[in-house]
C-alpha cells in the first residue's frame, strides 16, 4: 500500500497562486524558460506584493507581509530587473 505525505491547508486564491508559483520554480530547478509564462508570473508576483511602478524601487509589505521589490521579482524568475519590467509590460500589466 502506498501512502502520500498531504498537507491539506485552507488558503485564498492568491495565496495558492502565490505557492503554486513557487512550487514549480523550485520543482523545475530554475524560473519558468516561456517568455509568456514568465511575464505572468512577474506580474502576479508584482501585484501579490503590492510594487508600484516608481524610479526608487520603493518596496512594499503587500499581501505577503514582507517588503518586497522590483529586484525580488526579477530574483524569482530569474531575470534582470530591466528584463522583469519588460516582461510585465508585455503581459499587458502596466499597474
Do not use: C
Not at 500500500?1 to 512550487?23: C, F, S
Not at 514568465?38 to 524601487?57: C, E
Request: aromatic share 8%; no cysteine.
Amino acid at each position: 500500500m502506498w501512502q502520500v505525505p498531504v498537507e491539506i491547508m485552507d488558503v485564498d486564491e492568491w495565496q495558492a497562486e502565490y505557492m503554486l508559483i513557487a512550487e514549480n520554480t523550485e520543482r523545475r530547478g530554475e524560473a519558468e524558460l516561456d517568455p509568456v509564462r514568465k511575464g505572468r508570473q512577474a506580474a502576479f508576483l508584482k501585484d501579490y506584493w503590492d510594487i508600484k511602478n516608481n524610479n526608487n524601487n520603493v518596496v512594499s509589505a503587500g499581501q505577503s507581509g514582507h517588503q518586497k521589490s522590483m529586484r525580488d521579482v526579477a530574483n524569482s524568475i530569474g531575470e534582470s530587473e530591466r528584463t522583469t519590467r519588460r516582461l510585465i509590460k508585455y503581459n499587458g500589466n502596466k499597474r
